[in-house]
């Protein structure tokens, strides 16, 4: 980053003491502001030190990977000074540890990071430049609570706005404390769906009425079949404990596929059989599997016949019954192209030999799970594959069941997890735009109507003026088409005033004309429960103080709050840890855990992680299945909904067919923009960093260094090397990064794992290899999801 001036933070001899501890006890070779990276503590160091150390059990600081994971944290002097994971010894399917990963496991090393923010700066060069000065907190609380003042009296509350982020997730930190500012204040512009999910629960509930389509995982251990469909619970996590119910389950006699461009560590480590399919194409592999089944005679025609609307002739909604059946379209009977394992084999490369197994092994190995993860949905049409995914499940009769799953979304049938439970507060601001539309709201906002996603009022009075972004990277890196971003964050006529809020100086950071140093997770109190899945709800006490003047995100909107005149509303006269202790009492007891133990119980008894053991885990639709009159489904005729009337009556049957189908997206090999970037680019979630937190931590570096991955067929042709620098690129962005080659992606296919922060040079090409330098703003047209895994591009060798 370039500084006008280093700031100087002002902290006492004894706190720079402990820190220079932290960073191995060489204090004359360290500055007040430039801290060392901390050595991993030698084991002499524990033994020695171990009568001075406590140990608290607590959790990792959430950042939205995918779990929630305990970890045991000993500190000496006020110092962190090493991390273990769960002590519990109990480790059965009812409830089983949960082991943090190698993110969780070297989080000092973010913690003790040198380039944390240490003290709040204002931009004094021209944004996106990345030049600040330090200033006092009562300067920065000031000039934020005027600048948001300001945008009020002048637009109004609709020109206020708190972009999506997951950067931290633990009640009293988090993006969601800055929406109940402006909530207290008189509203702000909303949002609705995320960029992870956006796709997958859009569609879900066209085909069941509901998100609520999976089971507990404990009744994976009764699946005999299991297919991990663009599912890597290994790396993405997905559920804590998620990759370990699934190898139980193989254990227990189940078979495993996994379906991925890439022999991912899940397909490696838990499964039989890896199937490796062209990115994009997933709606035809699955459309084929529906041929095999119908023309073999190997569908469950009875559950089709009694719960289901609109998979033939004979079961077409009133008033559509001439309109087209899911079996008219798999035969072919309007289009004249019957999805034969031929017809999808040219387009998957998945052989059609594999094909027709793996068709017949899903329709008659009982019972068996169709797990739906999230890349093949954050893509062009990614709706069809969701619907087409849960069709199957259907159509196989493997709803409702024991050992069984719907697919689709697949939320767990309990009153938890609630993810958030801190209130966000009223917002008298009805509009909201799907969150992936932020940009197209300060570029036109105006003019954006229901047709661009917007709900609650027929058309946005404002454009987005002021942004308060905190814990989120998703303006820049994370966004599609970062160049276009930074372009558009560049315009102060635009975004007039930016407050980013975060722990470093993010690639998002660089264009704030306010940063503050928000604290981490161990500096703050906080409560985690099971992330999609689980039991268990875990309270991370304060461990150690604030670094340097970082606070927490809740304490600087309070301080925020104060200044604009609603601090009491907003804090209602609770800190941070008596808001804890409200949530446990009022949220957590009078809902999914009426056991759970009071804050002082957590405290005194050091108890860490509470959970609920799971004896008889839920099946979902079990009652639908057993009587669909008398417990029919949420869809409107309480069926499962093969053909969508819903989506029939949008009229837009190219974009948005009221039964599943393969729609080739408007990037593709098979476009003509192919003859100029011939290869599909995807960026999948990697075990260095969650989303791009953790990015700039070195020992995840080291062990997962940023490259792409490149088939050999593909580099043979290009003159390419192992470790060769190259150059990916398209119209849209550049970057020249390290390559590995490697059998383990598809041919045609390359992989740039998700987060890396986004770093141009001179001439703007990235050097660090954010992915989203190359992917596009375009979104999805049912969900208004981003689209960021539809890519085309090149690659060549970077000359030296």
């Known amino acids: 980053m370039q500084l006008r001036d280093r700031p100087r933070t002002r902290f006492s001899r004894r706190s720079f003491l402990k820190w220079s501890a932290a960073a191995g006890g060489a204090t004359a070779a360290l500055s007040a502001a430039d801290f060392a990276f901390v050595p991993k503590s030698s084991t002499s160091f524990a033994q020695d030190t171990a009568s001075a150390e406590r140990m608290v059990r607590t959790c990792c600081p959430a950042h939205n990977c995918g779990g929630r994971c305990p970890i045991n944290v000993f500190v000496k002097d006020d110092v962190i000074v090493r991390l273990e994971s769960d002590d519990r010894t109990y480790d059965e399917p009812d409830n089983p540890r949960i082991l943090a990963c190698a993110r969780g496991k070297s989080y000092r090393r973010r913690l003790y990071h040198p380039d944390r923010l240490k003290t709040p700066m204002k931009r004094v060069g021209e944004r996106g430049e990345g030049k600040f000065e330090p200033i006092s907190w009562e300067e920065a609380i000031d000039l934020a609570a005027s600048e948001i003042k300001r945008v009020k009296e002048t637009y109004g509350n609709s020109a206020l706005f708190v972009p999506y982020g997951t950067g931290s997730y633990q009640q009293i930190n988090g993006s969601h404390i ?10 702000q512009l909303n949002y609705y769906n995320n960029y992870s999910w956006a796709q997958i629960q859009r569609a879900t509930p066209t085909v069941y009425g509901t998100q609520v389509t999976g089971g507990q995982r404990q009744d994976w251990l009764n699946a005999k079949y299991i297919i991990m469909w663009s599912w890597n619970p290994a790396e993405m996590i997905d559920g804590s404990n998620s990759a370990w119910f699934i190898k139980k389950a193989r254990e227990n006699g189940a078979k495993v596929v996994v379906i991925d461009p890439r022999k991912s560590l899940s397909a490696v480590a838990l499964a039989d059989e890896w199937i490796p ?17 119908i023309t073999e005679d190997i569908y469950d025609k009875e559950f089709v016949a009694t719960h289901c609307l609109g998979f033939d002739e004979t079961q077409m909604p009133e008033g559509l019954e001439g309109e087209e059946s899911y079996k008219d379209y798999i035969l072919g009977a309007r289009d004249g192209t019957p999805k034969t394992p031929e017809w999808a084999e040219a387009i998957t490369r998945v052989p059609r030999s594999k094909i027709v197994q793996l068709a017949r092994e899903y329709a008659m190995i009982k019972p068996a799970v169709l797990y739906q993860g999230y890349g093949m949905q954050r893509r062009a049409y990614g709706e069809q594959p969701v619907r087409a995914g849960c069709v199957l499940a259907a159509i196989t009769g493997n709803v409702g069941i ?11 049938p309990t009153a938890g997890p609630y993810w958030t439970a801190m209130p966000g507060g009223s917002n008298p601001i009805k509009a909201s735009i799907p969150c992936f539309l932020w940009s197209e709201a300060v570029l036109r906002g105006t003019e954006m109507t229901a047709e661009d996603g917007v709900v609650g009022v027929d058309q946005l009075d404002n454009n987005i003026k002021l942004m308060y972004a905190v814990a989120t990277n998703c303006l820049v890196n994370q966004h599609g088409n970062i160049n276009r971003s930074a372009e558009i964050l560049k315009d102060t006529s635009k975004v007039e005033f930016l407050i980013v809020q975060d722990h470093f100086l993010t690639s998002t950071g660089m264009f704030a004309d306010l940063l503050l140093p928000a604290c981490m997770g161990y500096e703050t109190y906080g409560l985690q429960d099971g992330w999609k899945y689980g039991e268990e709800v875990i309270y991370m006490p304060k461990v150690v103080e604030p670094a340097f003047e970082s606070k927490s995100d809740y304490r600087i909107c309070a301080e925020i709050a104060e200044k604009l005149g609603v601090g009491d509303e907003f804090t209602e006269g609770r800190d941070e840890r008596q808001w804890i202790e409200w949530i446990i009492e009022n949220v957590y007891r009078t809902g999914w855990m009426p056991n759970i133990p009071t804050i002082d119980e957590f405290e005194r008894n050091n108890i860490g992680v509470y959970s609920v053991p799971v004896t008889k885990p839920a099946i979902t639709f079990a009652d639908f299945r057993a009587d669909p009159k008398a417990n029919p489904l949420s869809t409107p005729s309480g069926l499962i909904e ?26 593709s090999p098979f ?28 020992w995840l570096d080291e062990a997962f ?5 490149i088939n050999p067929v593909d580099a043979k042709a290009r003159g390419i090397g192992d470790g060769d620098l190259v150059k990916v690129y398209n119209d849209r962005g550049s970057m020249v990064i390290p390559c590995r080659l490697t059998n383990k992606i598809m041919p ?10 986004w770093t141009p040079d001179a001439n703007g090409v990235d050097r660090r290899g954010a992915v989203n330098t190359l992917s596009s703003e375009r979104w999805s047209p049912l969900a208004f999801g981003n689209a960021q895994h539809t890519i085309m591009v090149q690659i060549e060798r970077q000359q030296a």
């Open 642 to 667: 093969i053909f969508s009337p819903e989506l029939f009556n949008m009229n837009k049957p190219d974009e948005i067919p009221a039964v599943p189908k393969y729609i080739q997206e408007w990037e």
């Open 402 to 412: 024991p050992g069984g799953w719907a697919s689709g979304i697949a939320f767990q």
């Open 277 to 293: 399919i062209r990115p994009g194409t997933d709606a035809a592999l699955m459309s084929a599997m529906a041929y095999v089944m």
């Open 178 to 187: 800055a929406q109940r500012l402006f909530n207290v204040y008189g509203g």
């Open 705 to 709: 260094p940023q490259r792409v991955f």
């Open 748 to 757: 045609g296919v390359v992989d740039i794992p998700t987060g890396g922060w």
């Open 671 to 698: 476009g003509p923009e192919a003859a100029t970037y011939p290869l599909q680019a995807v960026g999948h979630h990697y075990l260095h960093r969650v989303h791009s937190t953790h990015d700039n931590v070195d």
